[in-house]
């Protein structure tokens, strides 16, 4: 049974930090590509950032160079580091898991989100 719980949300102003955590359970992370997506209040869900199974990381052009994606393969956590914080960054965050995430189909898996206010 796949499990991904977040963690790490939180109210921050602009320009601060935050990071996020997704502990995945019920599968090894080293043939699963991981990522995190992002849906504002009456928006669709949008990817933010991915890391596959090689380690590489791809990140949406509106957080290049402030959010930053990393996995934990000891501890199977997915983590999503968030610096300087916009207000348009607001939105509820999930993590996502799947072996077919890998080539581009929906993931699978989802975690049951967090949210991140930035005022």
Not at 112 to 119: A, L
């Amino acid at each position: 049974h796949v499990q991904l719980v977040e963690s790490g949300g939180g109210s921050v102003e602009a320009g601060g930090s935050l990071r996020l955590s997704c502990a995945a359970s019920g599968f090894t992370g080293s043939r699963y590509c991981m990522g995190c997506f992002r849906q504002a209040l009456g928006k669709a869900r949008v990817g933010v950032a991915g890391i596959g199974t090689n380690g590489v990381t791809t990140t949406t052009d509106s957080v290049k160079g402030r959010f930053t994606i990393s996995k934990d393969n000891a501890k199977n956590t997915l983590v999503l580091q968030m610096n300087n914080l916009k207000p348009e960054d607001t939105g509820m965050y999930y993590c996502a898991a799947g072996v077919s995430f890998c080539s581009g189909a929906p993931p699978p898996y989802w975690g049951q989100g967090t949210q991140v206010t930035v005022s």
